[in-house]
């Protein structure tokens, strides 16, 4: 299809939907729905595969994007992979040529002020497995996702769920089990930036429970943590 051979042009990676893929236009909210999502991994590294998504279904609003705009209703994202890994300094398996050519790597991944973040109405994250090594500092993370949900929208109704953004997994790290539970404000708490963004945090690792209670002032770039 034109998105997944311009996705590999652009990424210089295969970027492909193995398997159902539809889109239902509608001038409120377009319905997107995608199966067997997969990016391959960089040359060198040992998964074939840097990311790949069971299933992925969202909404946004069309008409946002004229006025350059993100406005999305709901995300669900089923059985997403991540693996990212660093050998060296300068050997990642996330540097992509378009980003490192034009330099602007951190502006694309961040947005300079919260309130560029899009906006999201909800969004829930299943079965989510991410892994993390790094050579040069001997790190090696292993973190699988039971769940992940964020709600965003009007604040009267955030008010009455009280249903903020909230993080549910376990793991292992140098070959330590650990388990991990966080919970934070809204996702529209994300984009005001005259309110430092609240976060709880739990890590259980054998004996060892780190509990954090506090906020960012940016939670966007993890800046200001108090």
């Known amino acids: 299809s034109l998105l997944q051979n311009k996705g590999s042009e652009t990424l210089e990676r295969k970027l492909a939907i193995g ?8 001038w409120i909210y377009t319905e997107v729905h995608a199966e067997k999502i997969y990016l391959s991994n960089a040359p060198g590294y040992p998964e074939t595969n840097m990311m790949t998504i069971d299933k992925l279904d969202f909404t946004f609003k069309p008409l ?15 059985k997403p992979f991540l693996v ?17 050519k034009a330099n602007v790597a951190s502006q694309t991944a961040l947005a300079d ?45 955030r008010k009455k769920s009280a249903k903020g953004f909230k993080i549910s997994g376990t793991g292992s790290i140098q070959q330590q089990t650990f388990k991990v539970e966080a919970s934070g404000g809204s996702l529209d708490s994300l984009r005001d930036s005259t309110k430092e963004y609240p976060l709880t945090l739990q890590l259980v690792m054998g ?6 209670n506090g906020t960012f002032k940016d939670p966007i770039k993890l800046t200001g943590i108090n």
């Open 19 to 26: 398997g159902a893929f539809h889109i239902h236009w509608h």
């Open 64 to 78: 946002k994007l004229l006025v350059g705009k993100l406005e999305f209703g709901d995300i669900t994202v089923d």
């Open 84 to 100: 990212l890994e660093k050998k060296s300094t300068t050997d990642t398996n996330w540097n992509f040529p378009v980003f490192s």
């Open 113 to 157: 002020d919260r309130h560029d973040f899009p906006i999201i109405q909800n969004i829930i994250l299943k079965d989510g497995h991410i892994i993390y090594r790094d050579a040069v500092k001997g790190m090696n993370l292993d973190l699988k996702l039971d769940s992940v949900s964020g709600q965003g929208g009007d604040e009267n109704a």
């Open 207 to 212: 004996a060892t429970d780190i509990r954090v």
